[in-house]
């Protein structure tokens, strides 16, 4: 029987799984592009404009799918949209200097954070089988990220790992905060944070007007340029398949428990890599391929205790 105040969500593990799976395969392939966008513009105005290109599909969505925008709890919906929305920010700076393969690696220290966070801010005690997956986790993610990999322990390779954080954090909020809430509401929630977060970087930046590096390497201090016709064209495939990807994502979390939707997440990796070789022939070296190893089996270890 549940606690007063505290709503009870079935848990369809097989059915978030299967949405949490369609989502990898689509964000898999449309960040791989995030370098050709990262060419010509900057990060803000990146998320400025993917949230602008979302508002007429919503827009269009909402009354043929007749679905919910107005929040049950609209607090709550502000907050885990800032703190999804940064973790999310962080992420996509980083995929103008790595791989997606290995980006991604570094936001799966999200599923160890969920553990932490669950601990202190709920409670829960993590077992000595949880402690030794999020060991093995983070031996993962240096391997992936750390000099072993081609790279170096730089803000670069930081920066997902902080995101993963945030995510963590987002994730939790979707199910504790949020369960009542509609998926649209949910998806227009945290891409709204980060156009506004993304406009707010670009009146900084126009302030400031710092020399942005050319290319890829001035992504995130760049300001406000005109894109040419490829940029806008994945920009637009980028807001069209992260307004159905987030959507699939966010409705998984709602059906299953946090750690066990942040496992399935892992499908991203091997997604991100096969589509990495398929279209740029990027192909992880034998640390990176052992870090990722390491990342799942923490994984699985999670879910099988979560069990």
Request: aromatic fraction near 10%.
């Amino acid at each position: 029987m549940a606690e007063a105040g505290v709503v009870e969500v079935p848990n369809r593990a097989i059915a978030a799984a299967v949405m949490i799976g369609v989502f990898a395969l689509i964000i898999g392939y449309i960040d791989n592009y995030v370098r050709v966008i990262a060419a010509e513009i900057g990060l803000w105005q990146f998320q400025a404009l993917r949230s602008a290109l979302m508002v007429p599909m919503l827009v269009v969505a909402v009354p043929l799918m007749r679905l919910r925008l107005r929040p049950v709890a609209p607090r709550a919906v502000l907050a885990r949209s800032l703190v999804h929305a940064t973790g999310m920010l962080l992420y996509f700076g980083a995929l103008a200097f790595l791989p997606v393969a290995q980006v991604a690696a570094g936001l799966f220290s999200a599923p160890f954070f969920v553990l932490l966070i669950q601990r202190l801010a709920y409670g829960q005690p993590i077992s000595p089988v949880s402690a030794l997956s999020v060991a093995l986790g983070f031996v993962g993610i240096l391997l992936v990220l750390g000099p072993g990999a081609g790279g170096s322990i730089g803000l670069a390779s930081l920066m997902p790992v902080a995101g993963g954080a945030f995510y963590a954090m987002g994730n939790i909020a979707t199910r504790a905060w949020c369960p009542r809430e509609s998926v649209a509401t949910l998806t227009a929630g945290y891409m709204a944070a980060l156009g506004l977060m993304g406009l707010a970087g670009m009146a900084v930046l126009a302030l400031l007007a710092p020399e942005a590096a050319a290319g890829a390497d001035g992504f995130l201090t760049r300001s406000a340029a005109w894109p040419s016709a490829q940029v806008w064209f994945w920009v637009a495939v980028q807001s069209a398949g992260s307004l159905i990807g987030v959507g699939l994502l966010v409705r998984g979390y709602q059906l299953t428990e946090a750690r066990q939707a942040s496992v399935f997440e892992y499908s991203v990796l091997p997604a991100a890599a096969l589509w990495g070789w398929l279209l740029w022939g990027q192909v992880p070296g034998p640390a990176a391929a052992a870090g990722m190893a390491l990342i799942v089996a923490a994984g699985v270890l999670i879910a099988l205790r979560g069990r």
